[in-house]
């Protein structure tokens, strides 16, 4: 992941203008390839291109038609899964052991022994691409976003970095003493959550505010309606990293509220994998670099697939003065 987040914050700062998101979505796409297939530069190869076109026909209207975005998709969706499937294949004729999710799942077998077929590996590999890159991109993007429209905030996770040496190489001592940096990251997943919500199915009939709800129903829990609850937070629309503080510990009273990750049994697999790349890439970012957004931008968010600023966060980056 570091290296990964050097390179891209090297060609940032050569680009100096740029829409950030793209970038950002390049930037998660090309660590969840490694990580979880071994693959590098995904990004820059017809696998990222492919992504991008299955990705954006998720949430369009279901026409099968070649020219519509679902369409294209589904197309896109079948090549993917051919060139997993290629990779898989690959690595179960060389035997070679990699350090990736491709290799746990490969290596995973259940009570009796039985390990996952091809098309399983093909299908949970492709599900966690999509999880391990388009809500960390939306995620990283509100990151940037709220940090330059909050100077107070980016000051002090700035200052907290020079505390612990610029220049002090990262590991999982110094990324566990970033406390307020971690209060900045729930912040930002409160306040822009990026999944909207999940279903849950109803498994013996109960009732909620006067409500019956029967067996077998689906149930959908709302993220953001849950974070921006005034009886759980204080002036929940506001910017507030302190609120995760210790003292004020908002979220701890009630149970289940703060859940950018989901809750209970159910709670999202790729939680501490998004956490750490989210706190590696702030870090390094906080303590080499200075942006700023540049004018004439909408900044209003478009909600699908995944929360994103409408033209792509445009900023002029630069590498900070020693």
């Not at 050097?6 to 050569?14: I, N, P, S």
């Not at 100096?16 to 820059?44: H, M």
């Not at 709220?146 to 907290?160: F, M």
């Not at 019956?212 to 689906?218: A, D, E, L």
Request: aromatic residues 10%; contains cysteine; hydrophobic residues 40%.
């Amino acid at each position: 992941m570091e290296q990964i987040t050097h390179q891209y914050l090297d060609r940032w700062e050569k680009l100096a203008t740029f829409a950030w998101y793209p970038e950002l979505r390049n930037y998660t796409l090309d660590i969840a390839y490694k990580l979880l297939v071994g693959v590098d530069c995904a990004s820059q190869s017809q696998l990222g291109e492919w992504y991008k076109i299955w990705v954006d026909g998720l949430f369009t209207l279901p026409i099968n038609l070649p020219w519509t975005n679902f369409g294209k998709a589904l197309r896109c969706r079948k090549l993917l899964l051919a060139e997993i499937e290629k990779i898989v294949r690959q690595r179960q004729e060389t035997g070679n052991s990699y350090q990736d999710v491709l290799e746990l799942l490969l290596q995973a077998e259940d009570e009796e022994g039985k390990r996952l077929s091809l098309n399983e590996l093909k299908d949970q590999l492709l599900t966690l691409l999509f999880a391990g890159h388009e809500t960390l991109t939306s995620a990283l993007a509100s990151l940037c976003l709220l940090l330059v429209q909050n100077p107070e905030v980016l000051a002090t996770a700035r200052s907290e970095q020079q505390q612990l040496g610029v220049d002090t190489p990262l590991n999982a001592e110094n990324l566990k003493q970033m406390t307020y940096l971690e209060q900045v990251l729930k912040e930002v997943m409160r306040l822009v959550p990026p999944v909207g919500g999940g279903f849950r199915e109803v498994i013996q009939p109960c009732e909620f505010n006067g409500f019956h709800i029967p067996q077998g129903w689906s149930v959908l829990y709302q993220v953001g309606k849950t974070h921006k609850d005034e009886s759980v937070y204080n002036h929940p629309e506001a910017f507030d990293p302190e609120r995760f503080s210790p003292q004020r510990a908002e979220d701890k009273p009630k149970p289940f509220s703060y859940i950018p990750f989901g809750g209970g049994v159910r709670e999202c697999l790729g939680k501490e994998f998004a956490k750490l790349e989210m706190k590696i890439f702030a870090a390094l970012l906080l303590r080499h670099y200075h942006w700023e957004l540049l004018p004439e931008q909408n900044l209003e968010m478009i909600m699908v697939p995944t929360p994103h600023p409408q033209d792509g966060l445009k900023v002029s980056f630069h590498k900070l003065s020693s």
